[in-house]
């Protein structure tokens, strides 16, 4: 009588995140190596003293992700993003140490970087931990990006102009974060100075780039784009970028204009400024005519505030996951039934303008 086979199931060891440290100090470049290595999900391959040599071990190694300083010698990390994601894309995380390095930190955004990091210095050992966490969750999002959609400035399209006449909406709202700085850099220039409605964005970004970042908009954009302080008018034509650090919600004043607020308040959100209290904000002023859009981004911040439009009789459009560099709020939001369409973002200004 023969035994039955021995049956073995077969474990499936999911594949490393294959990561290259790119700093001129050695300091940060232990430190890095180290708090990646504490991870099962992800293997640091090579490190590298400045941007030369990273583009050198990038072209040999391969690597799923790329940490990158900003000030090194030879080729610095502005540089090093260009000419790497000109060679080849890969998600690159900006090692930044202060908001000092912001004007640096928007330009290599702006060359295709995915986001950025806090830099651990030997100043900083009693944040060590925090600076921990938000690397390693930012390194695996990052890893999940798409490369195809890494350079958005490629993307061309011609500038929109916005109808004339009574629309469907009277505010556009606009939730973005992993991806965003470049993914606004493609649409808001296509509007023009005539935009019929205000616009209101949160972009979930450190404190101490924001301000900035409005300026940078700003200079390549007809509307006006300025940082959201207490009191800003909500005008056709006029951005407001919420500031980091704060949330931002819409009220009337006391001659009736909808106007900015900041707050701290919530304080159990997990991102401030929060893109679920915007759109619920909106929604509780301009009810069934908010136009809101949910952009590239990870987790799941705007989808509550999506449902709050929706139950008003608003719209909702979601950046198609084709374009975005991470896929996770317009998930969040299409998954929960709350996206009236999605759509790429070559094709998002049209989509807009058609509700306006």
């Known amino acids: 009588m023969s035994e039955a086979p021995l049956l073995i199931q077969e474990i499936k060891v999911p594949q490393r995140i294959r990561v290259l440290v790119v700093d001129d100090s050695a300091f940060v470049r232990k430190l890095v190596r180290e708090m990646l290595g504490r991870s099962p999900l992800i293997e640091v391959v090579g490190v590298a003293r400045d941007g030369l040599e990273a583009l050198q071990m990038a072209a040999d190694l391969k690597p799923?992700?790329?940490?990158?300083?900003?000030?090194?010698?030879?080729?610095?990390?502005?540089?090093?993003?260009?000419?790497?994601?000109?060679?080849?894309?890969?998600?690159?995380?900006?090692?930044?140490?202060?908001?000092?390095?912001?004007?640096?930190?928007?330009?290599?955004?702006?060359?295709?970087?995915?986001?950025?990091?806090?830099?651990?210095?030997?100043?900083?050992?009693?944040?060590?931990?925090?600076?921990?966490?938000?690397?390693?969750?930012?390194?695996?999002?990052?890893?999940?990006?798409?490369?195809?959609?890494?350079?958005?400035?490629?993307?061309?399209?011609p500038p929109?102009?916005?109808?004339?006449?009574?629309?469907?909406?009277?505010?556009?709202?606009?939730?973005?974060?992993?991806?965003?700085?470049?993914?606004?850099?493609?649409?808001?220039?296509?509007?023009?100075?005539s935009f019929p409605v205000p616009i209101a964005i949160v972009l979930h970004m450190p404190v101490g780039y924001t301000a900035l970042f409005a300026a940078k908009l700003d200079e390549i954009c007809a509307l006006e784009v300025i940082e959201a302080k207490d009191n800003d008018v909500m005008l056709p034509g006029r951005v407001l970028l919420a500031a980091a650090g704060k949330h931002l919600l819409l009220r009337h004043d006391t001659s009736n204009q909808v106007v900015a607020q900041t707050s701290l308040q919530p304080m159990d959100k997990l991102h401030r400024p929060?893109?679920?209290?915007?759109?619920?904000?909106?929604?509780?002023?301009?009810?069934?005519?908010?136009?809101?859009?949910?952009?590239?981004?990870?987790?799941?911040?705007?989808?509550?505030?999506?449902?709050?439009?929706?139950?008003?009789?608003?719209?909702?459009l979601t950046e198609a996951e084709e374009s975005c560099v991470i896929y996770g709020m317009p998930r969040a939001v299409a998954e929960a039934g709350l996206s009236d369409a999605a759509v790429p973002l070559p094709r998002l200004a049209e989509a807009i303008v058609k509700h306006l």
């Not at 330009?107 to 986001?115: I, R, T």
């Open 64 to 157: 799923d992700v790329i940490t990158c300083d900003l000030a090194m010698p030879q080729l610095d990390g502005v540089a090093f993003v260009r000419r790497q994601m000109a060679r080849q894309p890969i998600p690159i995380l900006i090692l930044t140490a202060s908001p000092s390095d912001a004007d640096q930190v928007l330009e290599a955004l702006g060359a295709g970087a995915v986001d950025l990091v806090r830099k651990p210095t030997a100043l900083a050992t009693d944040d060590l931990l925090s600076i921990h966490q938000e690397l390693l969750d930012k390194v695996k999002s990052a890893a999940r990006s798409s490369r195809a959609n890494l350079m958005v400035e490629s993307l061309t399209a």
């Open 160 to 193: 929109m102009l916005a109808r004339s006449g009574a629309g469907k909406a009277d505010v556009l709202v606009i939730g973005v974060s992993t991806g965003g700085p470049q993914a606004l850099r493609h649409l808001l220039p296509l509007f023009p100075a």
């Open 274 to 316: 929060s893109v679920d209290v915007l759109f619920q904000s909106a929604a509780g002023i301009y009810r069934g005519r908010t136009l809101a859009l949910v952009m590239t981004g990870m987790g799941d911040d705007g989808r509550n505030g999506a449902a709050w439009i929706k139950a008003q009789g608003g719209t909702v």
